[in-house]
């Protein structure tokens, strides 16, 4: 799914509820959901993947087959540790909450040296040099979505499998952050660990060996 604000959607308005995301997702998805499906999330889309796949496979009884989250830390662990790290590193500028795009520009316009400095010193030098992008508007939003995400106390586990994807060189999200995926699902649980960074799923990362699991572990459920 091409969310607003992304590649020839980039004159629209970037996302920042997760509610209007789900809900947006969900319906543009339902159509597709009358035959066998997967779900595959990255990043704040693991967390967008997650809530549909509840909502179809646990609520509708749709036949969801499998579900993918990768480079996400589970929400069963609480707040997101890398959107409340944003946000401590915000605070320590002087800044308020998750500031938008424009407000970004308007403190640190012509010294946003002085923004991945200090993304470096409270994050790490990895994790401030994944973060760069925190000054776009569809970076900012990002961050707003998977800072707001709460799980539903009362949501009931998924009955499906659920395997969990790492880059071995994250500086975002940890391993043990990956394997409480665990914690959301009834069905099977695998983690899959992959050499690369957060972004192992692009091309010269680990995208190859990704897509090979995908196929293999897809192969006898989809049919």
Do not use: K
Not at 52 to 65: C, D, M, N, S
């Amino acid at each position: 799914m091409q969310l607003p604000g992304r590649e020839n959607r980039w004159r629209e308005r970037p996302l920042e509820d997760c509610e209007e995301a789900v809900g947006l997702l969900a319906e543009a998805l339902a159509p597709y959901t009358d035959r066998p499906f997967a779900f595959f999330g990255h990043s704040m889309g693991a967390l967008l993947a997650h809530r549909p796949a509840h909502e179809f496979g646990t609520v509708r009884g749709a036949p969801l087959r499998h579900l993918f989250v990768a480079a996400c830390t589970s929400p069963s662990l609480g707040p997101n540790p890398l959107a409340a790290g944003v946000v401590a590193t915000y605070r320590a500028l002087g800044l308020a909450g998750l500031p938008s795009a424009a407000e970004l520009l308007d403190v640190f316009d012509g010294q946003p040296e002085r923004l991945r400095h200090a993304m470096r010193e409270h994050l790490g030098e990895g994790a401030g040099e994944q973060l760069l992008g925190v000054m776009d508007p569809v970076g900012c939003a990002d961050l707003r979505i998977v800072h707001g995400y709460a799980r539903p106390t009362a949501e009931a586990p998924l009955a499906v499998p659920v395997t969990a994807l790492h880059g071995r060189r994250d500086p975002l999200v940890t391993e043990e952050g990956m394997s409480a995926w665990q914690d959301l699902t009834a069905g099977t649980f695998r983690l899959e660990v992959f050499d690369g960074d957060h972004y192992f799923c692009h091309p010269d990362q680990a995208r190859a060996a990704l897509l090979a699991l995908l196929r293999t572990r897809l192969a006898g459920g989809l049919r």
